[in-house]
Structure formats: C-alpha cells, structure tokens
C-alpha cells in the first residue's frame, strides 16, 4: 500500500505563513483504540418516511431559538420568512426555545421530552428546522443531535440587518426564475503543494468529477454544465471570484485548507472570529469575509467549502483525547498544541465562521454554505476500515441532489446518512464485544477497524448545513415550484405544447394586440371549453344568456381557450403564457378584462356574441 494513499492529513495551516500546521499526514495506524463508542448522538426515533421529502405541507417547517429576549429578537427579525413558511406549509409555525448550553446527552433528552416526546403522532413535528443564533446561543450538540434525522440548517449573523437580508434574498429568489433549466455545478481546488489538498483531489474531486460526467451523460446528473477549475501550478482568489460572480444559480465544491492559529496564537478572540476558517490560497493569499460581503459570489447558488473550521469553531475538538493520546505513546509527529490552538479559550464562545456569514448575508450571494466545524481530515472520503477506499460519491451524490432542486435539507442529509450508518457500524461492533465478554467467550476485538470508523464519525458529525434547510436551487421551475415563469425577451420566443416545441426567431415578438391569425402559437393552442356555464360558476358570476358560445370569424383562434383556462387553472398559468409568447402580466391583463368586460375584451372577438354582463 501506498503510504501516503494512507495517511491522514489535515486540511488547515497557519494564517500567518499558510504553511501546513501538520507537515505530514498521520500513519493510518494512528486511528485505532479510541475506547468505548459514544452513543448519545444516535436518532431516537424515524419520521414517517411515506411522504415527499420536499413537500413542506407534509414534513413541516420549524424553528429552534434561544430562551428569553435573545430569541425573541431573532424570531422578530425573521418574521417576513415565517410568515411565508406557514403559508407554504398551510398550518403554524413551530417554534421551540432551548438553553445556550447543551451536552449531547442533555440535547438528547430535550428532544424526547420537548421536540418529539412520542405522546402523539408527530404529524405536525417539523422535519424542516431552522436554527436561530451562533453557537454560544444555540448549541452545536443541539445541531447535530436533530440533524440526525432531520432538515437541519443554522442562521447565524453578527448584526440584525444580516438575518433582514438574508430573509430578503431568500423571497426574493423563491419569487422569480432564472429561465434556466437547470444550473451549473463547478468543483475548484487549491492546488498548493500541499499533501492534504493534492491527497483531496486525487481522491475526492477528480474520481468525483469523473462519476458526474459519466452520469451526465446518462442522463443522471441534471447540471447543464459541469466545470472543474483551479490552476494546478498558481492557485489564485481571482481565478474563483471570476467564475462565481454570474448570476447563474449554481453549485460550488471547494477543496482546500482552511487557516487556523498563527504560530503565535490568536492576538485576540475577535481576531479569531474574523480570520478563522478563511480559504487559503497558500502564498498566493487567502478569502475572507470582508472580501465576499459585498461582491456578487455565487448569487442563488449553494456553496460546499471542504476545510478546517470552514463552517465554524466548536468549544471542544472531537479529536483533542485522541491526538493528546497519541503524542503520549510517540504516534504523533507535530505538537498537539499547534493543531489545536484554534480552539476558543475557556473564557472564549465557539462561534460561526466569518465566511458563511458574509456571503449568506450578501444579496448577491448564496442561499445555503455546507461545511465543518472542527478540524477537517481527509477521512470522509478516504475510508480505511476495510482497505484504503475512496468514496467521492457521498459528495457527489449532495451536488446532484442540489441541482434536482431537492431543498437543500435533503441535500445535506446525503452526506449526513452516511454518519448513521457508519454510527450503526461501530455501535454493533461494541456490541458485540460486550456480548462475548458477559458470556466469557474468547473475543478479539478489531480495534484498528473500530478506530477508523471512530475516525470517519466523528468527521462526518462535523458537517453543518447553514441558512434556511428549505431553500433550494433556484433554476427551471414555474409556479408549481413556488417560482414564475421567465419573462420572453424580444430576442426569442419559445414557444411549449403537446406539440413539437416553435422557436420563433427574432425579431418576431409578439404584439397581443395584433395576433396573426397564421401564428405557430396559435396553432398550439388548446381546445376551447365545451360550454360557457361551467367558466362562469368557477368564477362566481351569472351565467350568460342563451346567445351561442362561439368565437367571432376573425378571433385569433384558441385565444379565447387560453384566456379560460388562464382563469381555471393556477398551477397552468406560467406555461400559457409561454405557450402564448406573452409575458405572464399581459395574459393576466387580459384576463382581468375579460373577467370584468366579457368576449369584447378580448382582440378581435364580436362583442354580441353572447357573454355575460357583470
């Protein structure tokens, strides 16, 4: 075996000299006897899984704020997103209050006794669960706990007006469209010379790419473009801010280290809090929030940074026994001091990173960051427990569920399944050894197998969902997706219908006043209805008198079915108006006059031939 295939390597340096805090990975064998299994985090009961994942109305929409006038703070600043929640899902919103500090355990047992206590069916418990406040308000354990089983992401900003922008940005994309069917997905790497960024991409983002392409080609992988980039000699900020600024929601997955501790030490904790987690770019520079906060950065679009403390800082590493423990027994090759010096003080609060709080809060960033809180290790996608394997595929699988327009909850819970099972795993394995013990039979315990999969636990726990769980990709859809129908341009017009689709080359816009009567839309028009009664009780007026129901000789034909079944049918309305060549405002015009004045309203319709008179 390859050693270095082998190792584990950590993706962090220093902020001061971007220099790797470890040099060299750690040997692989360094993994193994990390004691008794820690099962408090594992999920105390399963949702009714029947449902559609993405339907609100069905899995429901929540929030967890902090107790006393914190949360009601934070509540009050999200008002206009819950408001729009609850109209989606048609029921109230839940709201649920906890303590600023939380063990595992403790989180544990809030969730049966208050989030789910099991007295009733949990129709109405929100699977969607939007976290309010930073990590000294809400606690990671809390988080990760409720994300073991649900739709969980994190709101998090440093002033007020962040939480009314980010609510802003939200509405605002789930009430247009991009008039694109489907986004782009763009992989970047920090090629730095590094072990750890060159291990990343050899075993997660190029076979990572691979796999999408191939299923790209089948059909499989909805992206319309797939873009991997990041120059392999001189990693540079300015190669990733030209790709990311269209306004072309899409999906970004970056590899690279995210800075820590100077060798030094933090000069101070705000220091900590506005570099920590920033994306290196080695000796040619670094990301920052400051630099993405008021930039266009992935507008509409979903980012998932792979890096240490990319996403956030906790109070206590995961891996503080371990590496403590290894530097003991002369395992380690670096000083446990430097890797975890990031850490807050005891008088310090863990907290959300910078970054994902810039461009969350940015109105031309994205909608939702996933990414880690703790130290990053190349673990995840390079399992060992049975072999060296790379697994691109579980992040792989987080971008195409994005850019299925699954709400990004779902999305996340691709990755975050893989921690269940891997928990199952390694609970069984304790299990078992305890079994043989009770009975006073011989039992040998794999302990590398056990370590490995401590290993790959704990890193997987470690990824975080921030901004609104329900959100999704903004591309394609139409009102039946919560977004309208693009606008046409008088560039072109296309045309949809049972029919083969018409493109109708410029400059041929289309004036609804002077309708051709040879037009290819109107040759895709539906049928009218069969009678006009039916048309007028659905829109609560008199019925017309006895005059025939017909279209005068020199009406567009079909017109007048298009406008009936624009005043029928709310979910057809955005493909009517494509199927017209009409902006949806000039059809909902139309029918407004039609409502009000009758066949005479419409362009070229005989106004005696019988309509109603109200």
């Known amino acids: 075996m390859n050693a270095a295939a082998s190792d584990l390597n950590l993706l962090m340096v220093h902020t001061d000299d971007h220099e790797p805090v470890l040099d060299e990975g750690l040997p692989e064998a360094t993994a193994r006897d990390q004691g008794p299994v820690d099962r408090t985090a594992a999920a105390s009961h399963l949702w009714d899984e029947g449902g559609d994942p993405n339907d609100l109305e069905v899995q429901r929409w929540g929030v967890i704020a902090p107790q006393g006038p914190e949360g009601d703070r934070l509540l009050?600043?999200?008002?206009?997103?819950?408001?729009?929640?609850?109209?989606?899902?048609?029921?109230?919103?839940?709201?649920?209050?906890?303590?600023?500090?939380?063990?595992?355990?403790e989180a544990m047992r809030w969730k049966k006794r208050e989030f789910d206590s099991g007295s009733d069916l949990n129709i109405k418990v929100p699977r969607y669960q939007l976290i309010l406040g930073d990590l000294d308000q809400v606690p990671l354990a809390l988080q990760q706990v409720q994300a073991s089983d649900g739709y969980v992401g994190r709101l998090a900003f440093s002033a007020d007006e962040d939480y009314a922008a980010y609510v802003d940005k939200v509405l605002r994309w789930e009430r247009r469209s991009t008039g694109q069917g489907q986004g782009r997905a763009m992989f970047f790497t920090v090629h730095d010379g590094t072990a750890a960024t060159a291990v990343g991409h050899r075993a997660l983002v190029g076979p990572g790419v691979e796999v999408v392409r191939r299923r790209q080609a089948a059909g499989q992988y909805p992206a319309r473009d797939i873009l991997e980039f990041g120059d392999p000699v001189t990693p540079s900020p300015d190669e990733l801010l030209a790709q990311t600024a269209a306004f072309?929601?899409?999906?970004?997955?970056?590899?690279?280290?995210?800075?820590?501790?100077?060798?030094?030490?933090?000069?101070?904790?705000?220091?900590?809090?506005?570099?920590?987690?920033?994306?290196?770019?080695?000796?040619?520079?670094?990301?920052?929030?400051?630099?993405?906060?008021?930039?266009?950065?992935?507008?509409?679009g979903v980012w998932f940074m792979l890096a240490c403390y990319g996403a956030g800082t906790p109070s206590a590493s995961a891996y503080k026994h371990w590496l403590e423990a290894l530097a003991a027994a002369g395992q380690f090759r670096g000083k446990v001091d430097s890797v975890l010096a990031g850490l807050p003080g005891p008088r310090d609060?863990?907290?959300?990173?910078?970054?994902?709080?810039?461009?969350?809060?940015?109105?031309?960033?994205?909608?939702?960051?996933?990414?880690?809180?703790?130290?990053?290790?190349?673990?995840?996608?390079?399992?060992?427990?049975?072999g060296a394997t790379n697994r691109p595929a579980r992040y792989m699988a987080i971008t195409r569920s994005i850019l299925k327009r699954d709400r990004v909850g779902v999305s996340m819970r691709e990755l975050l399944r893989y921690f269940d099972q891997t928990n199952i795993e390694l609970t069984s394995l304790h299990d078992m050894e305890i079994q043989a013990r009770s009975m006073k039979l011989p039992y040998q315990a794999d302990r590398a197998r056990q370590g490995h999969l401590w290993m790959l636990r704990q890193d997987l726990a470690?990824?975080?969902?921030?901004?609104?769980?329900?959100?999704?990709?903004?591309?394609?859809?139409?009102?039946?997706?919560?977004?309208?129908?693009?606008?046409?341009?008088?560039?072109?017009?296309?045309?949809?219908?049972?029919?083969?689709?018409?493109?109708?080359?410029?400059?041929?816009?289309?004036?609804?006043?002077?309708?051709?009567?040879?037009?290819?839309?109107?040759?895709?028009?539906?049928?009218?209805?069969?009678?006009?009664?039916?048309?007028?009780?659905?829109?609560?007026?008199?019925?017309p008198g006895p005059a025939p129901w017909r279209p005068a000789s020199d009406a567009p034909p079909g017109l007048e079915a298009l406008v009936l079944q624009w005043l029928l049918t709310e979910l057809e309305r955005a493909a009517l108006a494509a199927r017209a060549g009409l902006s949806r405002e000039r059809l909902a015009a139309l029918a407004d006059r039609y409502r009000d004045e009758g066949r005479g309203a419409l362009p070229g319709c005989d106004e005696g031939a019988g309509h109603g008179n109200g």
């Open 76 to 105: 009050a600043l999200i008002q206009p997103l819950l408001a729009h929640r609850q109209e989606q899902q048609g029921d109230k919103v839940r709201v649920y209050r906890v303590p600023a500090q939380m063990t595992h355990e």
């Open 248 to 300: 072309d929601p899409s999906v970004l997955f970056t590899l690279s280290h995210g800075e820590g501790a100077p060798r030094g030490g933090w000069r101070s904790p705000e220091a900590q809090r506005e570099r920590q987690g920033a994306m290196s770019f080695g000796r040619e520079g670094r990301l920052t929030g400051d630099d993405l906060r008021d930039r266009p950065f992935m507008p509409g």
């Open 349 to 386: 609060r863990p907290f959300i990173a910078a970054l994902p709080k810039a461009v969350l809060a940015n109105s031309d960033g994205p909608l939702a960051f996933m990414g880690h809180i703790d130290l990053a290790w190349t673990y995840s996608f390079q399992e060992l427990d049975s």
């Open 462 to 543: 470690a990824y975080v969902l921030l901004g609104d769980p329900a959100v999704r990709l903004p591309v394609g859809g139409g009102e039946a997706d919560g977004a309208p129908a693009p606008t046409p341009t008088r560039e072109s017009h296309v045309v949809t219908s049972t029919a083969a689709p018409v493109v109708l080359a410029a400059p041929a816009a289309v004036d609804f006043f002077n309708f051709p009567a040879t037009s290819p839309v109107v040759a895709a028009a539906v049928s009218a209805p069969a009678s006009a009664p039916k048309v007028a009780e659905h829109l609560g007026r008199p019925e």
